[in-house]
């Protein structure tokens, strides 16, 4: 259960960033709810723009 929890979240920042999910590692939190990710490939200021753009997008 947890794998498909992780999958999906990578799943869904990749969507978010518009990146492929390969590009996207849980490397924290594999078996909690609290996750850390490690997006390769953008600058950080680059992920937090994106993210930005997808939460005010969604709502």
Known sequence: MAGAANAAVARL???ALGVPPST???VSGLQGRA???EITGLARAEI???LALALTSAS
């Open 13 to 15: 920042l990749a969507r």
């Open 24 to 26: 996207i590692s849980i």
């Open 48 to 50: 937090q723009s994106r």
């Open 35 to 37: 996750k850390i990710a």
